[in-house]
């Protein structure tokens, strides 16, 4: 979970995050203003976590895999 430092918070602000506790503060903030749309209910929680999921995927699909794939070739097979 993102429990940053009040300095750490006020400098995110107005800069990009560096270490992941830093991405994943940034990440609440954004879900936290998604929140403040609508009263709480289940279906903006699963919104939210579809979001969220849909977003892991697709990240592995773009930038994971064909990373792995290059240091497959580079460094040999496992399987």
């Known amino acids: 979970?993102?429990?940053v430092k009040d300095e750490t918070r006020?400098?995110?602000k107005t800069h990009k995050a560096i270490f992941p506790g830093e991405l994943a503060f940034?990440?609440?903030q954004v879900i936290q203003e998604y929140k403040e749309k609508d009263i709480e209910c289940y279906a903006m929680h699963n919104e939210i976590?579809?979001?969220l999921e849909c977003?892991?995927?697709?990240y592995a699909r773009r930038f994971l895999y064909p990373y792995?794939?290059?240091k497959r070739e580079e460094n040999g097979?496992?399987?």
Do not use: R, T
Request: hydrophobic share 45%; aromatic share 14%; net charge negative.
């Open 26 to 28: 940034k990440l609440a």
């Open 1 to 3: 979970m993102p429990y």
């Open 68 to 70: 792995e794939d290059k």
């Open 55 to 58: 977003l892991k995927l697709e």
């Open 10 to 12: 006020n400098y995110l």
């Open 49 to 51: 976590v579809g979001a």
């Open 77 to 79: 097979d496992v399987w």
